[in-house]
């Protein structure tokens, strides 16, 4: 209780919360509440209460005035955004706490005071409650009235300000035909859905791109950040459910993982988006990996392969998409067509539109900032 007020009584602080191992909608509520009182970093990984932190970072490094940070608290596991991680190794932080209930040292920001032994949940609670105490006292003593709009700190309101400038951008931001268009368009789409949904990312650029235009929360394998294993988890997890199952995936991560579609008892409620540009694109947009193109094509893994064969051998309905009239097309059957088998949707692109399209929205959300 007593680094709770602590929290509570700093002036510059963060909430970070990593992925948590389910959807909780209690969870939820209790995160969208204290964003009314404090900055809290978290990816749809943890809660469907999250917001493009991986963007926002980028408009905050370029700001010197924020170099002191009071205090942290740290839930969860691992980051998707690696913008976050270097961000807050960065800054000097007076005070970090690690909240979890199995005493293992992170320190994944390096820069750990201690570890609070408490479930994420029980004190996620714990801090929504003694916050709204503290402040209707605060309040009460100021103007003898608990109803006055909640006052925020600079950090805050700076961050309030970039995050609804990104939302802005993200929504108004039309990428050339790419993965990050198919992506937006199947979020987009299952806005209109009445059935339950579940939706499985694979590592690489489909997850980073997935926390960008996701409302909901997501489901992924990370920790190693491997790409293997993506299909067949979600493949598993269509046959414990009811809900439509989703598992948007790039061509690598299928390829290496095709055998979880060799599976006989896989019912309609199953649904494959691969997205394949011919290589694992994110390697071309790392920096300072200065590699001559005829050494990285090995390193990309560029390949001609589709999933067409695959499909046939294994009785599953597939699609082939090459541009946006037909993605807008198959993207209606891919989501609303009811059969008895799974479905892969499999959407070419380019590995240089990709990184446009990408790029792109970074620039867009910095320039106009």
């Given amino acids: 209780m007593e680094i709770i007020k602590d929290f509570i009584l700093s002036e510059r602080k963060i909430i970070v919360i990593g992925q948590l191992p389910y959807h909780d909608e209690e969870i939820d509520m209790i995160v969208k509440e204290l964003k009314m009182y404090y900055i809290v970093m978290c990816e749809q990984l943890s809660t469907a209460s999250a917001e493009p932190i991986d963007a926002i970072v980028d408009i905050f490094e370029d700001n010197s005035a924020i170099e002191n940070i009071d205090m942290v608290l740290s839930l969860g596991n691992t980051l998707v955004s690696k913008n976050t991680k270097r961000y807050l190794r960065t800054k000097k932080i007076s005070s970090l706490w690690e909240i979890n209930d199995n005493g293992i040292i992170h320190d994944t920001f390096m820069s750990q005071t201690g570890i609070i032994d408490c479930s994420c949940k029980l004190f996620l609670k714990a801090l929504l409650r003694l916050t709204k105490e503290n402040y209707k006292e605060k309040q009460t003593e100021k103007t003898g009235n608990a109803d006055n709009e909640i006052s925020q700190d600079i950090l805050k309101t700076l961050w309030d300000k970039a995050m609804t400038h990104i939302e802005m951008c993200i929504d108004d931001y039309v990428p050339v035909y790419s993965q990050m268009?198919?992506?937006?368009?199947?979020?987009?789409?299952?806005?209109?859905?009445?059935?339950?949904?579940?939706?499985?990312?694979?590592?690489?650029?489909?997850?980073?791109?997935?926390?960008?235009?996701?409302?909901?929360?997501?489901?992924?394998?990370?920790?190693?950040?491997?790409?293997?294993?993506?299909?067949?988890?979600?493949?598993?997890?269509?046959?414990?459910?009811?809900?439509?199952?989703?598992?948007?995936?790039?061509?690598?991560?299928?390829?290496?993982?095709?055998?979880?579609?060799?599976?006989?008892?896989?019912?309609?409620?199953?649904?494959?988006?691969?997205?394949?540009?011919?290589?694992?694109?994110?390697?071309?947009?790392?920096?300072?990996?200065?590699?001559?193109?005829?050494?990285?094509?090995?390193?990309?893994?560029?390949?001609?392969?589709?999933?067409?064969?695959?499909?046939?051998?294994?009785?599953?309905?597939?699609?082939?998409?090459?541009?946006?009239?037909?993605?807008?097309?198959?993207?209606?059957?891919?989501?609303?067509?009811?059969?008895?088998?799974?479905?892969?949707?499999?959407?070419?692109?380019?590995?240089?539109?990709?990184?446009?399209?990408?790029?792109?929205?970074?620039?867009m959300i910095k320039s106009k900032f």
């Fill in 181 to 363: 268009l198919a992506i937006r368009c199947f979020e987009q789409s299952l806005e209109d859905m009445e059935y339950e949904i579940e939706v499985h990312y694979a590592n690489s650029m489909e997850i980073r791109i997935g926390c960008l235009y996701s409302p909901h929360y997501i489901w992924c394998n990370r920790g190693v950040n491997g790409i293997e294993g993506s299909v067949s988890t979600a493949a598993g997890f269509s046959l414990t459910t009811s809900s439509m199952v989703f598992c948007i995936t790039g061509d690598l991560s299928f390829f290496y993982d095709q055998n979880a579609l060799w599976n006989n008892h896989l019912k309609g409620n199953f649904r494959v988006m691969i997205l394949n540009n011919n290589c694992g694109g994110i390697f071309s947009q790392l920096k300072g990996l200065n590699i001559p193109d005829d050494i990285m094509k090995y390193v990309e893994g560029r390949h001609t392969a589709t999933a067409k064969g695959i499909c046939e051998q294994n009785d599953i309905g597939y699609m082939a998409v090459r541009d946006e009239e037909e993605l807008r097309i198959s993207m209606a059957h891919f989501l609303i067509e009811k059969t008895n088998r799974p479905i892969v949707l499999e959407v070419f692109t380019s590995p240089d539109d990709d990184r446009q399209a990408f790029v792109g929205l970074k620039k």
